[in-house]
């Protein structure tokens, strides 16, 4: 080879080498999400563009919503494929942290002071964002307002028998409530309430989508959902409103998007990145103005009137690891007690 040809081929050479050591990598990052994609890629496109780097995304299914990425996180904890887990709710979170998916990050993401204490994982492994409550989805047209339900336990009510909607309380953001009643209330309490929605045969649609879309379609006059769900009914042109409940008793669950780096992951560079950016104003404020309105946690956020604000509600006291190392058993035994 002659000297020119050497000079020619030496740069070619050595993009060659950068790529096949991983350059490449660098580029993008694996999420596992159990967030429906078009909400969670209004905040990807943005990451990409800011960024440029790409994120393969892999979500849950509605139906299996969490539980179904929590199987496979657990699964390939000894090869893991994820880089990082944008979890929609939170007990599920701390129960893959107790198994060794998720790992602390030191320092702290950029943004961690920025979110509320009550919304972080005290160890420093995850971090909330852009909450959901749990609300009442009423259909206007078939209840009136003063005979709105004002709490969980309206679903009791024998005047609304087989006519009240909830969750099969086995996935998601429904699990996690039943599971945060018995921390809250103790097993008697709870129990009772389980005890009610059989014994008032509530409805038992199959994702919190369909209980607010029933509800927005006029089958049934109301229903337990979450907020992100009623808005987008709302949005739609359907006649509905949210109760936020129990504002006079043990107040309205509200429980935060969490973001964490799986341990071992193949991109960790770029997960510190991704989630950087999932706790940034920003991504609040996007989330916040989605069709499906997430309720931003810090304060000062800019926001849509109608998405509600944390500082103005009467929010459950929850502390998110105990509900977290009790799921497991708690979706046991409501599977066993759920047809």
């Known amino acids: 080879m002659s000297k020119h040809s050497t000079i020619f081929f030496a740069p070619i050479l050595a993009l060659m080498l950068l790529v096949g050591c991983g350059g490449g990598q660098r580029e993008e990052v694996v999420l596992y999400t159990s967030l429906n994609e078009p909400t969670a890629r209004a905040v990807i496109d943005a990451f990409e563009e800011e960024?440029?780097?790409?994120?393969?995304?892999?979500?849950?299914?509605?139906?299996?919503?969490?539980?179904?990425?929590?199987?496979?996180?657990?699964?390939?904890?000894?090869?893991?494929?994820?880089?990082?887990?944008?979890?929609?709710?939170?007990?599920?979170?701390v129960r893959l942290k107790s198994e060794g998916v998720l790992e602390r990050l030191d320092p702290p993401p950029a943004n961690a002071a920025t979110v509320p204490p009550e919304f972080v994982d005290p160890d420093g492994t995850w971090w909330g964002f852009a909450g959901r409550a749990r609300v009442l989805i009423v259909n206007?047209?078939?209840v009136a307002e003063e005979d709105f339900p004002t709490s969980i336990w309206d679903l009791h009510d024998e005047k609304w028998r087989g006519q009240a909607a909830?969750?099969?309380?086995?996935?998601?953001t429904t699990l996690t409530h039943m599971t945060t009643l018995y921390e809250m209330l103790g097993e008697e309490e709870a129990d009772a309430f389980?005890?009610?929605?059989?014994?008032?045969?509530?409805?038992?649609?199959?994702?919190?989508?369909?209980?607010?879309?029933?509800?927005?379609?006029?089958a049934l006059p109301f229903g337990m959902t979450d907020c992100s769900d009623y808005r987008l009914v709302l949005n739609e042109g359907f006649p509905v409103t949210a109760v936020y409940p129990d504002q006079d008793g043990i107040g309205t669950l509200l429980i935060p998007n969490t973001v964490a780096r799986i341990a071992g992951g193949p991109n960790p560079e770029n997960a510190r990145k991704l989630i950087d950016f999932l706790l940034s104003e920003r991504a609040e404020e996007i989330l916040a103005f989605?069709?499906?309105?997430?309720?931003?946690?810090?304060?000062?956020i800019n926001r849509?009137?109608?998405?509600?604000?944390?500082?103005e509600m009467n929010l459950m006291e929850v502390d998110f690891d105990r509900v977290g190392l009790a799921v497991a058993d708690r979706l046991e035994a409501l599977d066993a007690r759920f047809p």
């Open 166 to 172: 909830i969750v099969r309380p086995v996935t998601g």
């Open 290 to 300: 989605h069709q499906r309105g997430h309720i931003p946690l810090k304060p000062g």
């Open 140 to 142: 206007t047209e078939m």
């Open 194 to 218: 389980i005890q009610g929605v059989l014994d008032n045969e509530c409805p038992l649609p199959p994702g919190n989508g369909r209980v607010a879309r029933l509800v927005g379609e006029g």
């Open 304 to 311: 849509p009137e109608d998405v509600a604000n944390p500082a």
């Open 51 to 93: 960024t440029g780097i790409r994120v393969i995304i892999q979500a849950d299914t509605e139906r299996d919503k969490t539980v179904g990425l929590v199987r496979t996180l657990i699964e390939e904890r000894n090869r893991p494929r994820a880089d990082v887990f944008w979890n929609s709710e939170t007990a599920n979170t």
